[in-house]
């Protein structure tokens, strides 16, 4: 039987994001995502997939990407199969994105179990991501909720949204999962501090578990017009028609985030508070606080890096170049190709108008 219910367990991997906040590494033409951001020889979306190998099957896998990345997906995930590859004509959010999944998905398996989750974030506890994911599935298949996983904060953070939960008293089927009282906006500063001083706000990871039917029966009732664009295509899912027919469609699409298209609308929505070291890396200073540092604070990514006199840095050259660092503090050093940046950490947002020359 339990062999039976993960045969219907599938994974869809957002990736179509086009982010360049880890530049030089990451370029509008090699989003983040595709990039080997912690120097362990994988790629993000490479990290991303293999931490389902043991929960869902390869052939049960699905990319949503911009048609500009597919050949880079199918070079970096090869056990997914070709017609799992999604493609966006166009950046729509992440509500159209999974509409477009789901329904594909439905017209294979209308069983199905699905987990939607970003491409480019990192995960230090895998076992325990492993057993909080599992368990989400085996609640969402035996029930009509939508699940979103809520990270115990560590600090007053701004850069992410919130999910604030009921603690009461959990769910008669699972003592792990509560349900969401509300979906808050990344706040101000002292806003966070309040949040981080009560024991009911969680870092909202944008990471969602439900059964098919129960994301395409809200999708119906909270977004009707979205959910007949991708209904529609039914006929054609699978067929050499499916790319054309989406071509067509997708612009069409209302420009949405999940978050507000469905969540923050339904009322079977729960979320399991966990922690297993969970990052979405949106700046250098979260990969540095994020990796392994030395007694100086510095973090090192890769095999040829000597620092003296240095501490509170992050340099990352990966690519076989003897890189020396004498006398900085609070600096970024990184590297790639034939482009060296030196940028103060609390200057990176400064990195955005640099990369823009690439372009």
Same mark, same amino acid.
């Given at each position: ?121 990192? /995960?230090?506890?895998? *076992?325990?991501?492993? +057993? !909080?994911?599992?368990?989400? %599935?085996?609640?969402?298949? @035996? ?68 059964? /098919?039917?129960?994301? *395409?029966?809200?999708? +119906? !009732?909270?977004?009707?017009? %979205?959910?007949?664009?991708? @209904? ?87 690519? @076989? ?39």
């Amino acid at each position: 039987m339990r062999q039976k219910m993960e045969a219907h367990n599938h994974l869809v991997i957002m990736a179509g994001g086009v982010g360049s906040r880890f530049w030089p590494m990451s370029t509008p033409q090699r989003p983040k995502q595709f990039v080997d951001v912690m120097g362990c020889g994988r790629t993000l979306i490479q990290l991303t997939f293999d931490r389902f190998k043991k929960i869902i099957p390869a052939e049960n896998t699905w990319v949503v990407t911009s048609a500009a990345y597919v050949g880079i997906v199918r070079e970096q995930l090869p056990e997914v199969p070709w017609n799992h590859v999604l493609l966006e004509p166009c950046r729509r959010n992440t509500a159209p994105c999974i509409a477009y999944a789901s329904w594909r998905i439905k017209s294979q398996d209308a069983k199905a179990n699905i987990v939607v989750t970003p491409s480019d974030a990192i /995960v230090m506890d895998t *076992a325990e991501y492993q +057993r !909080v994911i599992k368990s989400s %599935l085996k609640f969402v298949s @035996e029930s009509d909720a939508m699940v979103t996983l809520g990270m115990k904060p560590n600090r007053p953070e701004t850069g992410y949204g919130y999910i604030q939960a009921d603690l009461s008293f959990s769910t008669a089927r699972n003592k792990e999962i509560f349900r969401v009282d509300s979906f808050k906006e990344k706040p101000d500063i002292d806003t966070a501090k309040r949040y981080i001083q009560k024991n009911n706000f969680f870092w909202n990871a944008g990471i969602f578990i439900w059964n /098919v039917g129960t994301i *395409a029966n809200a999708l +119906r !009732v909270y977004q009707p017009t %979205l959910s007949k664009i991708f @209904e529609d295509l039914l006929p054609v899912y699978g067929t050499a028609k499916e790319q054309d027919a989406i071509n067509e469609v997708f612009p069409q699409c209302e420009n949405i985030s999940i978050d507000y298209a469905i969540m923050e609308k339904a009322e079977e929505i729960y979320v399991f508070p966990t922690s297993f070291g969970w990052s979405d890396l949106g700046t250098w200073g979260s990969l540095r606080e994020n990796s392994e540092r030395d007694i100086y604070g510095n973090a090192l990514i890769g095999d040829n890096i000597d620092v003296y006199e240095t501490t509170n840095c992050i340099v990352h050259a990966t690519q @076989e170049k003897r890189v020396v660092v004498q006398g900085l503090d609070g600096y970024i050093v990184a590297e790639c190709d034939d482009t060296l940046l030196i940028c103060r950490l609390s200057d990176e947002q400064r990195i955005k108008q640099f990369s823009e020359q690439d372009k």
